[in-house]
Nanobody
């Protein structure tokens, strides 16, 4: 089992920045590829960013590319999502997820463990 706990969400204005953190415990964090997903009211949970377990390969949804950065610190068992130039359409609950694989996936169905989520609200 892997337990994931997100933090860092909040209410910000358009153009502001936030950094989300996801702390993992349980099994060896470095064995897992990680992803960030988000879910807005009435919408499906969507891929935001992913990072391989070696941290050398990352990927982003087109809607956040150039504004968000995913990173991980395997020594701290933590994955981060730096979000800059936030827009109202970024408002959602953000979830981190762990996949028992070298590679991240853009599909939520390929992740084995999920955090409880953290709310991000961006006002215009």
């Amino acid at each position: 089992q892997v337990q994931l706990v997100e933090s860092g969400g909040g209410l910000v204005q358009a153009g502001d920045s936030l950094r989300l953190s996801c702390a993992a415990s349980g099994r060896t964090f470095s064995n897992y590829a990680m992803g960030w997903f988000r879910q807005a009211p009435g919408k499906e949970r969507e891929f935001v960013a992913g990072i391989n377990r070696d941290a050398e390969t990352t990927a982003y949804a087109d809607s956040v590319k150039g504004r968000f950065t995913i990173s991980r610190d395997n020594a701290k068992n933590t994955v981060y999502l730096q979000m800059n130039s936030l827009k109202p359409e970024d408002t959602a609950v953000y979830y981190c997820a762990a996949r028992d694989s070298i590679l991240y996936s853009r599909s939520r169905n390929n992740y084995h463990y999920w955090g409880q989520g953290t709310q991000v609200t961006v006002s215009s």
